[in-house]
C-alpha cells in the first residue's frame, strides 16, 4: 500500500507539473494584457533579499510605490538604494518581525497612516530549517510556521479590508515546490508552503463567492532559487 500510494503521489506531481508547464506555455505563446501598476501601493515582506528583492526591483521599474518590509534593516537600506536606482517613485521601508503578530498589525497600521491603502500585497517573507524532524526543535518549527504561514493570515487581514472596501486589488503568496511535493529535512518548510496554497486558494474562494472578483489571488511555487534561504538546503 505505502509503494503504491507513493506512486499516485508522484503520478499526481508530474501531472500538475505537465499542466502548469503546458499552462505556463500557452500563456507565454498568448500573453494576457499586463496590468499597469504605475502608482499602485506595493508591499513585499521578506524584501531585504532574494527573491523579495527582485520583486521590489522589478515592481520599481514599473513605477509603482514600494514599501519594504524585513527585520534585516541593513537589507532594507540596500533595497531601497536598488529601488531607487530602477525608478521607483517611492520607497518606504519598515523593520518588521513578521513572526510577531502584534509587530504585524502594529507596522501594518503605520504603514495605512503614512503610505495609505495597499493594492497590492505581496507575502514572501520565509524561513527554512534544514534537519530532519526529530532533530528539528519544536522552537523552530513554531517559528517557521509563524513567519511562513502565520504572517500571510495576518497580513492578509490587516490589508484585506482595504480591498474589498472598493473590490479592487491583488493578493499575491511565493509558496515553493516543496509546497507541491515533500523534501529530505524541510518538514516544518514544507508543512508551511503547502499551508499556504491551501490558504490563498480557499480565500480566492471565498472573495468569489462574496463578490468581489476584482480582487486577484496569485501563488508563486519557485523550485529552486540561488538565495540566502537556500544556502543551507544547497550545502545539505
Not at 27 to 38: D, E, M, R, T
Not at 56 to 77: C, M, P, Q, S, Y
Not at 127 to 147: G, H, Q, S, Y
Amino acid at each position: 500500500m505505502c509503494k503504491l500510494s507513493s506512486i499516485l503521489e508522484t503520478l499526481e506531481f508530474l501531472i500538475l507539473l505537465g499542466y502548469y508547464y503546458f499552462e505556463a506555455f500557452i500563456l507565454f505563446i498568448c500573453p494576457p494584457c499586463k496590468k499597469n501598476v504605475a502608482g499602485e501601493i506595493v508591499l513585499i515582506t521578506g524584501a531585504a533579499n532574494g527573491i523579495g528583492r527582485q520583486i521590489a526591483l522589478n515592481f520599481a521599474r514599473l513605477g509603482a510605490t514600494l514599501v519594504i518590509w524585513d527585520i534585516d534593516e541593513e537589507g532594507n537600506k540596500e533595497t531601497i538604494k536598488l529601488a531607487k536606482e530602477n525608478g521607483a517613485k517611492g520607497v518606504y521601508a519598515y523593520r518588521c518581525d513578521c513572526s510577531n503578530r502584534e509587530e504585524v498589525y502594529r507596522v501594518a497600521d503605520q504603514v495605512r497612516k503614512e503610505v495609505g491603502d495597499v493594492n497590492i500585497l505581496v507575502n514572501d517573507a520565509g524561513i527554512a530549517n534544514v534537519k530532519t524532524f526529530l532533530e528539528l526543535p519544536d522552537a523552530d518549527m513554531e517559528k517557521t510556521i509563524r513567519v511562513n504561514i502565520m504572517a500571510q493570515f495576518w497580513t492578509c487581514k490587516a490589508f484585506l479590508p482595504a480591498m474589498i472596501a472598493c473590490n479592487r486589488g491583488h493578493l499575491v503568496s511565493i509558496s515553493s515546490g516543496t509546497g507541491l511535493i515533500g523534501a529530505n529535512k524541510l518538514t516544518g518548510y514544507s508543512a508551511s508552503k503547502f499551508a499556504i496554497i491551501g490558504f490563498l486558494e480557499s480565500l480566492a474562494f471565498e472573495l468569489q463567492a462574496a463578490g468581489k472578483k476584482g480582487i486577484k489571488t496569485t501563488i508563486v511555487c519557485p523550485s529552486f532559487v540561488n538565495t540566502e534561504l537556500s544556502t543551507g538546503i544547497r550545502v545539505s
